[in-house]
């Protein structure tokens, strides 16, 4: 994610004489570690700049550097569970091998169980010389309030959708392509990237798409039709139905500035479904849609079927209002 003069301005001289602990966020969680990752390499860099250049700053690019250690959630689980944490006392038992500073950054601090926050504490509390903890995490309100009251907070802006969609523009992507991305975002540059390369995500689209017209335009849509385009997401059912939510949710606001659009490639979709829904049908849609889509991620070994039909059913009811 691109950083302001001032935000940058703050991790150059914050690197220079450290704070024992602090806490980076943002709203995409992927631009706070980015961004932590940069403020421990500026810690270790020889002119605190991240030049990417000196010793220090090779070692930590290629991962060498023995005095930043990074924890987060393992292969398999879905929080940072205690094991974890207590290998921070290890790597703290003895001196800095380099002299200098040891830094020790927490990905996704957000998933920490409040079990290993509190483990932590007294480290932070009272922290050898020379030590900086650094948390990544997407929102600050996660973590306790003892440990937040311990911590430098630094909070980075999401970027305004134009200048990402700028930003997508000068690497040559397509205007159209890049207004969706720049939408989709969420104001994160990584997140764009992230879009970008997702090849899938196209199909996944294309096929959110065919749904909802199908929805819209079919007297007597075929519930086996509608069943295999659901189905033919796989493992990434949440998105398919986050995409069908964003049309509707769009058709909700049409017409309007396609900048306030999630989905300013598809105004001929949006604009059909504006006109063959009402209002309060399109919001009980979008309701069952993101019901399912939370059903999912929470409660993934559930059958994708019978999930399906259920909601095939109740939009067509809906629809029949």
């Given at each position: 994610?691109?950083?302001?003069?001032?935000?940058?301005?703050?991790?150059?001289?914050?690197?220079?004489?450290?704070?024992?602990?602090?806490?980076?966020?943002?709203?995409?969680?992927?631009?706070?570690?980015?961004?932590?990752?940069?403020?421990?390499?500026?810690?270790?860099?020889?002119?605190?700049?991240?030049?990417?250049?000196?010793?220090?700053?090779?070692?930590?690019?290629?991962?060498?550097?023995?005095?930043?250690?990074?924890?987060?959630?393992?292969?398999?689980?879905?929080?940072?569970?205690?094991?974890?944490?207590?290998?921070?006392?290890?790597?703290?038992?003895?001196?800095?091998?380099?002299?200098?500073?040891?830094?020790?950054?927490?990905?996704?601090?957000?998933?920490?169980?409040?079990?290993?926050?509190?483990?932590?504490?007294?480290?932070?509390?009272?922290?050898?010389?020379?030590?900086v903890f650094v948390f990544s995490v997407?929102?600050?309100?996660?973590?306790?309030?003892?440990?937040?009251?311990?911590?430098?907070?630094?909070?980075?802006?999401?970027?305004?959708?134009?200048?990402?969609?700028?930003?997508?523009?000068?690497?040559?992507?397509?205007?159209?392509?890049?207004?969706?991305?720049?939408?989709?975002?969420?104001?994160?540059?990584?997140?764009?990237?992230?879009?970008?390369?997702?090849?899938?995500?196209?199909?996944?689209?294309?096929?959110?798409?065919?749904?909802?017209?199908?929805?819209?335009?079919?007297?007597?849509?075929?519930?086996?039709?509608?069943?295999?385009?659901?189905?033919?997401?796989?493992?990434?059912?949440?998105?398919?139905?986050?995409?069908?939510?964003?049309?509707?949710?769009?058709?909700?606001?049409?017409?309007?500035?396609?900048?306030?659009?999630?989905?300013?490639?598809?105004?001929?979709?949006?604009?059909?479904?504006?006109?063959q829904f009402t209002l309060p049908q399109?919001?009980?849609?979008?309701?069952?849609?993101?019901?399912?889509?939370?059903?999912?991620?929470?409660?993934?070994?559930?059958?994708?079927?019978?999930?399906?039909?259920?909601?095939?059913?109740?939009?067509?009811?809906?629809?029949?209002?």
């Open positions: 994610m691109l950083m302001s003069y001032s935000v940058r301005s703050f991790l150059m001289d914050s690197a220079k004489n450290p704070a024992s602990a602090y806490c980076i966020s943002a709203k995409a969680p992927e631009d706070a570690v980015r961004a932590a990752r940069e403020f421990c390499q500026r810690i270790f860099c020889e002119s605190h700049t991240a030049c990417g250049t000196c010793l220090p700053c090779r070692k930590f690019e290629a991962g060498n550097m023995v005095d930043y250690l990074e924890i987060g959630v393992q292969e398999g689980q879905d929080q940072i569970r205690i094991g974890e944490v207590r290998g921070i006392a290890e790597f703290l038992s003895g001196a800095a091998y380099e002299g200098g500073y040891r830094c020790i950054h927490v990905v996704y601090a957000q998933r920490l169980t409040v079990q290993s926050q509190n483990f932590l504490l007294k480290t932070i509390e009272e922290p050898p010389n020379n030590v997407d929102a600050i309100h996660k973590l306790l309030p003892t440990i937040r009251s311990r911590c430098m907070e630094m909070v980075l802006e999401s970027l305004p959708r134009k200048e990402v969609f700028q930003q997508l523009c000068k690497k040559g992507i397509h205007e159209q392509q890049a207004a969706y991305i720049a939408a989709w975002a969420g104001g994160s540059l990584i997140q764009a990237e992230k879009i970008l390369a997702d090849e899938q995500l196209a199909q996944i689209r294309q096929k959110a798409t065919a749904i909802a017209l199908r929805l819209a335009t079919k007297r007597n849509p075929s519930m086996y039709l509608l069943e295999q385009d659901f189905l033919s997401a796989g493992k990434r059912m949440p998105e398919i139905l986050y995409a069908i939510a964003s049309l509707f949710a769009d058709a909700a606001l049409w017409p309007c500035s396609e900048l306030m659009l999630n989905n300013p490639d598809a105004v001929q979709t949006i604009d059909v479904l504006a006109r399109i919001q009980r849609i979008i309701e069952l849609l993101n019901q399912r889509t939370e059903r999912k991620l929470r409660y993934p070994q559930f059958r994708d079927d019978l999930m399906i039909k259920s909601l095939i059913f109740d939009i067509l009811e809906v629809r029949a209002w």
